[in-house]
């Protein structure tokens, strides 16, 4: 009896030791796979009790094949995976370990996500435009990690929640709207309204989160759209008719601002001949009957002389 005691005894020590020796490193705790605007990510906090500095290993798989590594010996408490080969539609999960040294702790695996289903949706980008008393609510959808939001939930809505500034208690709701421009007319002129939208789908239960508060001031009365229209076209044909018409017409226009400037005859015969000075006089040039020459008498009196000197003199006219 008391022999089988202790072989007894022996064999539990010997199964303590090796469970001990083996499980030296303690495994990653809460470890949990999550997707945020169709991105996969693992996350998990250190082993318990653990002070010392580690590095991880993660990896994931579809429910179809086997894993692939993801991040190895990364100190962060989190791995994305990038692959191209996640899809939106698939089924995932994901597995960590922790590494001191040669050391390494078992595997733990994650919960099991299906994209499509299980994403958290980030919130629109809502931009308004006032036009007279009504606003017009421009939705951008989220950027996605893997698609577009339209490819992935074709029948995506966006339920609209707006409200006067001055009384919040008054809130008006347009629900399962598909545009992604939506105008909100009938609001009172001159008031500030606030505009919140979120996005509904019917494959994944939640929906996604709020976006931000717009707010923007209305106008005094409404601008009648099509004013502007034809004043822009008006504006629009007049220019170009102008640069048709002086495309056209640009000799005509020309001649009209800058006239040519028509010599008699008899100018443009004077005009056209070298001058005089620079030629021998040659009656085959000239043809014009040059100037007579007359001649007068110059008397010139000298100092202290009584004598006049008769001397002829010629000046031409």
Same mark, same amino acid.
């Given at each position: 009896?008391?022999?089988?005691?202790?072989?007894?005894?022996?064999?539990?020590?010997?199964?303590?030791?090796?469970?001990?020796?083996?499980?030296?490193?303690?495994?990653?705790?809460?470890?949990?796979?999550?997707?945020?605007?169709?991105?996969?990510?693992?996350?998990?906090?250190?082993?318990?009790?653990?002070?010392?500095?580690?590095?991880?290993?993660?990896?994931?798989?579809?429910?179809? &094949?086997?894993? +692939?590594?993801?991040?190895?010996?990364? !100190?962060?408490?989190? @791995? %994305?995976? /990038?692959?191209?080969?996640?899809?939106?539609?698939?089924?995932?999960?994901?597995?960590?370990?922790?590494?001191?040294?040669?050391?390494?702790?078992?595997?733990?695996?994650?919960?099991?996500?299906?994209?499509?289903?299980?994403?958290?949706?980030?919130?629109?980008?809502?931009?308004?435009?006032?036009?007279?008393?009504?606003?017009?609510?421009?939705?951008?959808?989220?950027?996605?990690?893997?698609?577009?939001?339209?490819?992935?939930?074709?029948?995506?809505?966006?339920?609209?929640?707006?409200?006067?500034?001055?009384?919040?208690?008054?809130?008006?709701?347009?629900?399962?709207?598909?545009?992604?421009?939506?105008?909100?007319?009938?609001?009172?002129?001159?008031?500030?309204?606030?505009?919140?939208?979120?996005?509904? &789908?019917?494959? +994944?239960?939640?929906?996604?989160?709020? !976006?931000?508060?717009? @707010? %923007?001031? /209305?106008?005094?009365?409404?601008?009648?759209?099509?004013?502007?229209?034809?004043?822009?076209?008006?504006?629009?044909?007049?220019?170009?008719?102008?640069?048709?018409?002086?495309?056209?017409?640009?000799?005509?226009?020309?001649?009209?601002?800058?006239?040519?400037?028509?010599?008699?005859?008899?100018?443009?015969?004077?005009?056209?001949?070298?001058?005089?000075?620079?030629?021998?006089?040659?009656?085959?040039?000239?043809?014009?009957?040059?100037?007579?020459?007359?001649?007068?008498?110059?008397?010139?009196?000298?100092?202290?002389?009584?004598?006049?000197?008769?001397?002829?003199?010629?000046?031409?006219?």
């Amino acid at each position: 009896m008391a022999a089988s005691v202790c072989a007894f005894i022996l064999a539990l020590y010997a199964l303590c030791g090796s469970a001990a020796g083996s499980g030296g490193l303690s495994a990653p705790t809460h470890v949990r796979l999550t997707s945020y605007n169709m991105d996969l990510v693992l996350r998990w906090d250190p082993p318990e009790g653990t002070t010392d500095v580690l590095t991880y290993t993660a990896e994931y798989r579809s429910l179809a &094949t086997g894993y +692939n590594n993801g991040c190895t010996n990364t !100190s962060a408490l989190k @791995c %994305e995976f /990038t692959s191209s080969s996640i899809t939106v539609h698939g089924n995932y999960t994901g597995r960590v370990r922790a590494h001191r040294g040669a050391e390494s702790s078992s595997w733990v695996e994650s919960n099991v996500i299906v994209m499509d289903r299980h994403t958290f949706i980030g919130p629109p980008d809502v931009t308004l435009h006032v036009t007279g008393t009504s606003l017009e609510v421009s939705i951008k959808d989220p950027v996605f990690k893997q698609s577009e939001l339209r490819e992935t939930y074709t029948s995506a809505t966006y339920n609209i929640t707006y409200w006067k500034s001055s009384s919040k208690e008054e809130v008006e709701t347009m629900s399962d709207m598909m545009q992604d421009r939506v105008v909100l007319s009938d609001l009172d002129p001159l008031s500030e309204y606030c505009v919140q939208v979120q996005i509904i &789908t019917n494959m +994944n239960p939640r929906p996604s989160e709020y !976006s931000d508060v717009v @707010c %923007e001031r /209305t106008g005094d009365v409404d601008a009648a759209p099509w004013v502007a229209a034809v004043v822009t076209f008006v504006v629009m044909a007049t220019v170009v008719t102008l640069v048709v018409t002086l495309v056209v017409y640009w000799k005509q226009i020309s001649k009209f601002l800058c006239p040519e400037v028509v010599l008699p005859p008899h100018f443009e015969e004077v005009c056209g001949l070298p001058p005089p000075s620079l030629l021998p006089f040659n009656p085959f040039i000239y043809p014009v009957s040059l100037p007579s020459e007359h001649c007068d008498q110059v008397s010139i009196v000298a100092d202290h002389r009584t004598e006049e000197e008769e001397e002829g003199g010629c000046s031409t006219t």
